[in-house]
């Protein structure tokens, strides 16, 4: 009823901005990858919702450490974050943890029903907030709800088990 003329490209762009500030502040946002056979100094592909890495770790023991060198030494590892790829300085079996955005390519992104509404909280306030025309008012109470209701949902799901 508040944003009657909302296109669907801005719904969806709103959308996943908040999924992803959700996945931030309340959702499981942790992935691993792997465990993946790599060759030193070979380039990979990063997956496509990587932010940050947690942890590597190669033959299920030796954790590496990230480097600024692009030519990474043994027990190290590169990150190229504008190509989003990986180079490992040792060969082996890695498995990759990382952070995620949440936010995936093929539209498979979830949301617990008991932070949905939170999520809808969320994308009314963005979406007019964005609006030059939107009453502060209106907004400050958008605002406020939006606040609230991110709360009880972390509080409802701090002791949900996903897996």
Do not use: W
């Amino acid at each position: 009823k508040l944003i009657p003329d909302a296109v669907r490209t801005e719904v969806i762009f709103h959308a996943r901005r908040c999924l992803q500030e959700f996945a931030y502040e309340t959702l499981k946002s942790q992935f691993t990858q792997g465990p993946t056979a790599v060759t030193a100094g070979t380039a990979e592909d990063l997956p496509q919702d990587f932010v940050a890495v947690i942890s590597v770790v190669r033959n299920g023991d030796d954790v590496l450490v990230e480097t600024s060198n692009d030519s990474p030494a043994s027990g190290e590892y590169y990150i190229n974050y504008p190509d989003k790829t990986i180079t490992y300085g040792d060969s082996g079996d890695i498995l990759l943890t990382y952070l995620s955005n949440a936010l995936t390519t093929d539209e498979s992104a979830a949301i617990p029903k008991l932070a949905e509404e939170a999520l809808y909280a969320c994308m009314i306030y963005s979406i007019l907030a964005n609006r030059e025309k939107t009453r502060p008012d209106v907004l400050q109470r958008l605002l406020i709800e939006k606040t609230d209701k991110l709360e009880r949902a972390k509080s409802r799901l701090v002791f949900t088990n996903f897996d």
